[in-house]
């Protein structure tokens, strides 16, 4: 069965910069798509990015544009969230979620098997 760990989190000054890694164990993630939410305190979970199996096709959300990077290495069996420019607004628990889908579709579901999740705080 697919296990996913998150990794990279840590605590980070405002315009500072992380790199989350999403590392699979017991399959190949060449058959997922990543989909990366968050989730921070007395806030809803949000769909922050997720790039298809083929890593054609990407997806960010609208306060994260241009600030992150989604990439993926399926020889290492890992998905990176390259994360720049960080505001105390990005400071959650972030989790990776994998789904079998079609080699071009990107959808940011819940649906899937999820890591345990890794915390980013930003703050000065």
């Known amino acids: 069965q697919l296990q996913l760990v998150e990794s990279g989190g840590g605590l980070v000054q405002p315009g500072g910069s992380l790199r989350l890694s999403c590392t699979a164990s017991?399959?190949?993630?060449?058959?997922?798509?990543i989909t990366w939410f968050r989730q921070a305190p007395g806030k809803e979970r949000e769909g922050v990015s997720c790039i298809s199996s083929s890593g054609g096709s990407r997806n960010y959300v609208d306060s994260v544009k241009g600030r992150f990077t989604i990439s993926r290495d399926n020889a290492k069996n890992t998905v990176y969230l390259q994360m720049k420019t960080l505001k105390p607004e990005d400071t959650a628990v972030y989790f990776c979620v994998a789904l079998a889908t079609s080699r071009t579709m990107c959808l940011m579901s819940p649906t899937g098997y999820w890591g345990q999740g890794t915390q980013v705080t930003v703050s000065s």
């Open positions: 017991g399959s190949t993630l060449n058959y997922y798509a």
